[in-house]
C-alpha cells in the first residue's frame, strides 16, 4: 500500500495484468493450463538434441509439422503454422549453402544450427520443463489450438518469438562456437543475404496461407514480411547482438539479457494474436 491507501504495482505487472485481461477478452490465455498433451511430447522428442546438419533440421522440421497438423486444428494449428513458415525459409537457406552463395557457408550454415536449435529447445521445455519454456514462445503455443486466431496470426507471432528473441543470442553463439569476432569479415553480407531469401520466398508464403484467408489481411502480412519482420527486425536483432556480444562470457548477464528480450518478445506477441484490428 502506498499513501493514501493506493495499491502501488509493478508497471511490469501491471502490462501483463494488461495483457492477461486483454487476451482473456480475446479468447486467449485460458485460466490454467494442463500439462504436456502425448502430442506435445512427440514434438518434444523430435526436437531433443542439438542439430548438426541443415538437411537435419528441415527433416526434423518436416517430422514436427507432420505431427502438428494432427492436433484437432490440423493445418491450423499454431506450431505448425509457423513450422511450415520456418521450414520454407530453411530449405531456401539450404539451397543458397549448396550452390555457395553465401561469402562462408561454414559462418551462415553455423548460425542456421544455432538458430533453429534455439526453437528445438522452446519446443523441449515446453514437453518436458513447462515453466522454463520462453514466455514469447509460450504465448504461440498456448494458444496453438485457439480457433479464433488465424493461421497468419499463428506464423507471425512465431517469426515475433524467433527473430526479436532468438535470433540476437544465435547470431551470439555462431560467433562463440566458431572462435570469431563479432562482425569480422563478411559476417554481416551473409547475415543480410537471409533477408533477399524472405524476399525471394514472399510468394510462396503467400500461397501457402492465403486459400483460407481474407486476401486484405494477406497483403497486409505480406507487408509485414517484407517490410518489418525481414529488414527493420533482423536489423534489431543484430544490433542486440552487437550489444550483448562483450558480456558472451558473463552467464548472469546473459540470463538477465534473456529475460529481458523474452518479456518484450511475449508483450508483441499477445499484441499480434489479441489485434482486434487484423481480424
Same mark, same amino acid.
Given at each position: 500500500?502506498?499513501?493514501?491507501?493506493?495499491?502501488?504495482?509493478?508497471?511490469?505487472?501491471?502490462?501483463?495484468?494488461?495483457?492477461?485481461?486483454?487476451? =482473456?477478452?480475446?479468447?486467449?490465455?485460458?485460466?490454467?493450463?494442463?500439462?504436456?498433451?502425448? +502430442?506435445?511430447?512427440?514434438?518434444?522428442?523430435?526436437?531433443?538434441?542439438?542439430?548438426?546438419?541443415?538437411?537435419?533440421?528441415?527433416?526434423?522440421?518436416?517430422?514436427?509439422?507432420?505431427?502438428?497438423?494432427?492436433?484437432?486444428?490440423?493445418?491450423?494449428?499454431?506450431?505448425?503454422?509457423?513450422?511450415?513458415?520456418?521450414?520454407?525459409?530453411?530449405?531456401?537457406?539450404?539451397?543458397?549453402?549448396?550452390?555457395?552463395?553465401?561469402?562462408?557457408?561454414?559462418?551462415?550454415?553455423?548460425?542456421?544450427?544455432?538458430?533453429?536449435?534455439?526453437?528445438?529447445?522452446?519446443?523441449?521445455?515446453?514437453?518436458?520443463?513447462?515453466?522454463?519454456?520462453?514466455? #514469447?514462445?509460450?504465448?504461440?503455443?498456448?494458444?496453438?489450438?485457439?480457433? =479464433?486466431?488465424?493461421?497468419?496470426?499463428? @506464423?507471425?507471432?512465431?517469426?515475433?518469438?524467433?527473430? %526479436?528473441?532468438?535470433?540476437?543470442?544465435?547470431?551470439?553463439?555462431? #560467433?562463440?562456437?566458431?572462435?570469431?569476432?563479432?562482425?569480422?569479415?563478411?559476417?554481416?553480407?551473409?547475415?543480410?543475404?537471409? %533477408?533477399?531469401?524472405?524476399?525471394?520466398?514472399? +510468394?510462396?508464403?503467400?500461397?501457402?496461407?492465403?486459400?483460407?484467408?481474407?486476401?486484405?489481411?494477406?497483403? @497486409?502480412?505480406?507487408?509485414?514480411?517484407?517490410?518489418?519482420?525481414?529488414?527493420?527486425?533482423?536489423?534489431?536483432?543484430?544490433?542486440?547482438?552487437?550489444?550483448?556480444?562483450?558480456? =558472451?562470457?558473463?552467464?548472469? =548477464?546473459?540470463?538477465?539479457?534473456?529475460?529481458?528480450?523474452?518479456?518484450?518478445?511475449?508483450?508483441?506477441?499477445?499484441?499480434?494474436?489479441?489485434?482486434?484490428?487484423?481480424?
Amino acid at each position: 500500500l502506498g499513501r493514501d491507501g493506493l495499491i502501488l504495482v509493478p508497471v511490469r505487472q501491471a502490462v501483463d495484468v494488461g495483457w492477461y485481461v486483454l487476451g =482473456r477478452a480475446a479468447g486467449l490465455l485460458k485460466p490454467g493450463h494442463a500439462g504436456p498433451s502425448r +502430442l506435445e511430447l512427440q514434438i518434444g522428442e523430435v526436437a531433443r538434441g542439438k542439430p548438426v546438419t541443415v538437411p537435419e533440421v528441415i527433416k526434423r522440421l518436416d517430422a514436427i509439422y507432420e505431427l502438428a497438423t494432427t492436433s484437432p486444428r490440423g493445418k491450423a494449428d499454431g506450431i505448425a503454422c509457423f513450422t511450415l513458415l520456418y521450414r520454407t525459409i530453411t530449405a531456401n537457406v539450404l539451397r543458397w549453402l549448396e550452390e555457395g552463395r553465401f561469402e562462408s557457408s561454414e559462418y551462415l550454415g553455423t548460425l542456421d544450427l544455432e538458430f533453429a536449435e534455439r526453437y528445438f529447445q522452446a519446443l523441449r521445455c515446453y514437453a518436458f520443463d513447462r515453466p522454463a519454456t520462453p514466455m #514469447c514462445w509460450r504465448v504461440l503455443f498456448d494458444n496453438r489450438s485457439n480457433p =479464433r486466431i488465424s493461421r497468419l496470426h499463428f @506464423a507471425v507471432a512465431g517469426v515475433n518469438a524467433h527473430i %526479436n528473441f532468438d535470433l540476437a543470442f544465435a547470431t551470439v553463439s555462431t #560467433c562463440v562456437r566458431l572462435g570469431l569476432e563479432f562482425g569480422a569479415g563478411d559476417q554481416r553480407k551473409d547475415y543480410l543475404a537471409v %533477408n533477399q531469401i524472405f524476399a525471394a520466398n514472399t +510468394l510462396q508464403l503467400r500461397e501457402q496461407f492465403e486459400a483460407e484467408e481474407d486476401p486484405e489481411l494477406v497483403d @497486409a502480412v505480406e507487408k509485414l514480411f517484407d517490410d518489418f519482420a525481414v529488414t527493420t527486425t533482423r536489423d534489431v536483432a543484430w544490433k542486440e547482438a552487437q550489444r550483448l556480444w562483450p558480456h =558472451r562470457h558473463d552467464a548472469t =548477464r546473459m540470463a538477465q539479457e534473456e529475460r529481458l528480450l523474452d518479456s518484450r518478445a511475449a508483450v508483441l506477441g499477445k499484441g499480434i494474436l489479441a489485434n482486434p484490428f487484423l481480424r
